[in-house]
Structure formats: structure tokens, C-alpha cells
């Protein structure tokens, strides 16, 4: 196997293996904080972004061990791009088990968390029953493969988009001439 080959499957698995802690300990700790208080959904955000740092550290070991300390925006964004789709991949098997073996209830203790009466009654406030169908249609789709697989990779992809654009933008250089 090839030394671009290793680094991805490497940092990829870490990536991964770091989502499904993440989420493990964030379903653990934070989510019955965040059932009582709203302001722990910001903890699920950095938690993410650091679960995809390993992003950074792939590509810059890319840089450093393999292309003689160089790499292009476009080189870098493309193997950090693949890093994180490998992890979101290993967390898309990791949920698929999870979910329909280990804790099949999970899809109706989120709905019954986001359609608490205080929330129905601050959505119904702000006119917004479309937000009310849209909880009800996940449901439906969920069940479905294609739904199900776009739902929980959807959810991933803008983390490692982000994280592999800041490692291209920091990590580019250029050999001098």
C-alpha cells in the first residue's frame, strides 16, 4: 500500500473513531443537559469540529513526510476531504449498528424532544408549521434507507468540509524557485 494510501485509512479511522466517542459521550453527558437547557447545543458543535481535527493532522503529515514539505490548496483540501469521508463512513456503520440493533428507540426520544409542548408552542408562535410537518416527514423518511443514510451523513459532511478547507488554506505551501 502506498504512503498516500496509509495516512488516509490512518487519520480517516482516527477521524472516525473520534465522531463515535464524541457522540457516545456527548448522548451520555450532554444530551439530558441539553433536554433541560438549549445552551449545551453549542458544546455538540465544538465537539464535532474537534472530532475532525485529525483532518489538520493528516494533511500536514501528508506535507511533511511524502511531498517534501509542500502541497497545493487544491492537494490539500482533496486528501482532507477523503480523511473525513472515511470517518464519516466508520460513524454511518457505527450508527446503522447503534441504531437499529443497540437503541432502536432513538428516533422517538429525539422527536419527543423536539416536539415538547414548550417547543410546539414557541414554534407556533413563530407561524412556523412547516418545522412541524418537517419533524413529522423525518420520521417517515428515516425509515428508508436512502433517507437514513443522507440524514446521518448529512449531518457530518459540512464539519469535514470546513475542517479540510482551514487545513488547505493553513497548510499550503508552495517550493520556492
Known amino acids: 500500500m502506498n ?3 496509509k495516512i ?3 487519520y480517516g479511522i482516527i477521524t472516525g473513531v473520534f465522531i463515535i466517542l464524541f457522540i457516545i459521550f456527548y448522548y451520555t453527558v450532554f444530551y439530558p443537559l441539553l433536554i433541560k437547557n438549549s445552551e449545551y447545543c ?3 458543535l465544538i465537539g464535532l469540529l474537534g472530532s475532525f481535527i485529525t483532518t489538520f493532522f493528516g494533511v500536514m503529515e501528508y506535507r511533511e513526510k511524502i511531498n517534501n514539505r509542500f ?3 487544491k492537494k490539500a483540501f482533496y486528501i482532507g476531504l ?3 469521508l472515511i470517518g464519516i463512513t466508520l460513524y454511518l456503520l457505527y450508527f446503522t449498528f447503534d441504531y437499529h440493533f443497540m437503541h432502536p428507540s432513538l428516533l422517538e426520544r429525539e422527536i419527543a424532544f423536539q416536539t415538547r409542548p414548550e417547543r410546539i408552542e414557541e414554534l407556533s408562535k413563530l407561524k412556523d408549521h412547516a418545522a412541524i410537518d418537517h419533524i413529522s416527514d423525518y420520521k417517515t423518511n428515516y425509515s428508508k434507507p436512502f433517507y437514513f443514510i443522507y440524514y446521518t451523513v448529512g449531518e457530518f459532511i459540512p464539519f469535514g468540509i470546513f475542517m479540510s ?3 488547505a488554506l493553513v497548510l499550503k505551501r508552495k517550493p520556492k524557485k
Request: charged share 10%; proline share 0%.
Open 165 to 167: 478547507f482551514i487545513s
Open 82 to 84: 477523503l480523511i473525513s
Open 8 to 10: 488516509l485509512i490512518k
Open 71 to 73: 502541497i497545493s490548496f
Open 3 to 5: 504512503a498516500m494510501k
Open 42 to 44: 453549542s458544546l455538540g
